[in-house]
């Protein structure tokens, strides 16, 4: 077994849509990023490559790229998978925990533990997102951003 840390921070930007765990979230603003700025994804990826010792996201998908402007993170999230599947690693289990005052996002979790878990070839029982606030404390408490972690299990 080998677990993997992630952690991703993006602050909110206007003009753009607010992306989370692969579903769209009526917002008044989204996050800034290279990408399409799904900061849940980002953390998700950077947990399932440190744990198969791979690097991070931005080894993989450098932001000076530009074949990765605004691309779906989605998209990403399977080429890592097929980095694991190459390195005859599965996943087991995951747990994403999403710290924002606003939007509130208990209405799209299921949707995002459906994307996420076909796109992880994982059970939905395997899969745990959830949202939490900070009361107000720090840039996710000022309405500045959004942060991530996630935590996930692999096997050999």
């Known amino acids: 077994m080998r677990i993997g840390h992630g952690y991703d921070a993006h602050r909110f ?20 990023a ?6 849940v994804i980002h ?12 690097g ?16 779906d993170s989605r998209i990403l999230l399977r080429e890592v998978v097929k980095c694991l599947t190459d ?23 299921a949707d995002m533990v459906q994307r996420l878990s076909s796109d992880l070839a994982l059970a939905s029982g395997r899969l745990n ?7 107000g404390m720090g840039f996710t408490g000022r309405g500045e951003g959004i942060a991530v972690h996630a935590v996930v299990l692999l096997e050999e």
Not at 13 to 32: E, H, K, Q
Not at 44 to 51: K, M, N, S, T, V
Not at 56 to 71: A, Q, T, V, W
Not at 129 to 135: D, G, L, N, Y
Request: glycine share 8%; proline share 6%.
């Open 56 to 71: 991070d996201i931005g080894k993989l998908f450098p932001d000076s790229s530009e074949e990765y402007r605004n691309i």
């Open 13 to 32: 930007a206007s003009g753009r849509p607010l992306v989370l765990g692969g579903v769209t979230i009526p917002y008044s603003n989204g996050l800034a």
């Open 34 to 39: 290279h990408s399409n700025g799904d900061v």
């Open 43 to 54: 953390a998700l990826c950077d947990a399932l490559l440190g744990a198969a010792a791979l």
């Open 87 to 109: 390195a005859d690693l599965r996943v087991s289990s995951v747990d994403v925990s999403i710290v924002t005052q606003r939007p509130r996002l208990a209405p799209h979790i």
């Open 129 to 135: 997102i959830k949202a939490t606030t900070t009361e």
